[in-house]
T-cell receptor, first 116, second 112 residues
């Protein structure tokens, strides 16, 4: 079965550079979530999109932006990178805003960003 | 606000031992509760879920019962295997809500 695809899997950047992560949700999933997981930490919610509109916002820095496109894939853009941005970035998708009927997020394998 | 608290790890057990990982939650209304598992280098995978009080979620020998009176959703397994070594996350969401809240994760190490 098709899963959530994230690219790139690994990314190394210098401080103050820009990075873009991509997420391709499971077909027919209309909601995409971005999470940031620092070393040894739990996933922190960044932002979510439903039907190409931002549906909720968490602890996403102003230096970050994201959008969902007409084919439902999403991109997370990170600018002026800082050392503390080094983390595993997960994308997850669901159908219908993770409603109770499905109640499940399907996660990608993550994109590991290292800022030097 | 909504939150999930789970026991700190790491938890180290011998193969075939009994496992309990505690999880308690704070939420408005009636949340749905989940356990996700993360194997090394991989994304989170849904292990089991329960959507209303007294429901029991089960999968791969793991079980958890939604206890509204104690606001708990403890994960149990009667006999763990080395292959169960992973990080386990308790999580919640509320009906028609847009995000999930995760606990801090509990690392399980199972020794042969």
């Amino acid at each position: 079965a098709a899963g959530v695809i994230q690219s790139p899997r690994h990314l190394i950047k210098e401080k103050r550079e820009t990075a873009t992560l991509k997420c391709y949700p499971i077909p027919r999933h209309d909601t995409v979530y971005w999470y940031q997981q620092g070393p040894g930490q739990d996933p922190q919610f960044l932002i979510s999109f439903y039907e190409k509109m931002q549906s909720d916002k968490g602890s996403i820095p102003d230096r970050f932006s994201a959008q969902q496109f007409s084919d439902y894939h999403s991109e997370l853009n990170m600018s002026s990178l800082e050392l503390g941005d080094s983390a595993l970035y997960f994308c997850a998708s669901s159908q219908g805003q993770g409603r109770i009927e499905t109640g499940e997020l399907f996660f990608g394998e993550g994109s590991r960003l290292t800022v030097l | 606000g909504d939150s999930v608290t789970q026991m700190e790890g790491p938890v180290t057990l011998s193969e075939e031992a009994f496992l309990t990982i505690n999880c308690t939650y704070t939420a408005t209304g009636y949340p749905s509760l989940f356990w996700y598992v993360q194997y090394p280098g991989e994304g989170l995978q849904l292990l089991l879920k329960a959507t209303k009080a007294d429901d029991k979620g089960s999968n791969k020998g793991f079980e958890a019962t939604y206890r509204k009176e104690t606001t708990s959703f403890h994960l149990e397994k009667g006999s763990v295997q080395v292959s169960d070594s992973a990080v386990y996350f308790c999580a919640l969401t509320r009906y028609n809500f847009n995000k999930f809240y995760f606990g801090s994760g509990t690392k399980l190490n199972v020794k042969p």
